[in-house]
């Protein structure tokens, strides 16, 4: 069972930047062991699909509204993921989930149905 434990969000205004992060436990950390993590925002009345996710060789994937704004990267040592994100807007106002599925796959995919296991979820919210 992996636990996924995200730092707790923020509110930012316009243009402002936040980096949100994960800490995964549950499973044992091997270079033979390939899986994917990913960060998913969910705001009401929308489907959550991520803004970007990571393979744990490298491949990195981003949605179409994170592309040039945010950054995801892995720290193996520490078992974190992070998401970098600057330029914010009000429409990145959501929850955010980190995921995570064993697995590798290039490139990691961007739909929630192929991930296994999920945070709790931390609130970002962008102020105009």
């Known amino acids: 069972q992996v636990h996924l434990v995200e730092s707790v969000g923020d509110s930012v205004q316009t243009g402002g930047s936040l980096r949100l992060s994960c800490v995964a436990s549950g499973y044992t950390s091997s270079r033979y062991i390939n899986y994917c993590m990913g960060w998913f925002p969910h705001a009401p009345g929308k489907e959550r699909e991520a803004v970007a996710t990571l393979d744990s060789n490298g491949p990195t994937n981003y949605g179409d509204a994170a592309k040039g704004r945010f950054t995801i990267s892995l720290d193996k040592a520490k078992n974190t993921l992070y998401l970098q994100m600057n330029s914010l807007k009000p429409e990145d106002t959501a929850m955010y989930y980190c995921?995570?599925?064993?697995?590798?796959?290039?490139?990691?995919?961007?739909?929630?149905?192929?991930?296994?296991?999920w945070g709790q979820g931390t609130q970002v919210t962008v102020s105009a």
């Open positions: 995921a995570f599925r064993f697995g590798g796959w290039k490139p990691p995919p961007l739909t929630e149905l192929e991930y296994k296991y």
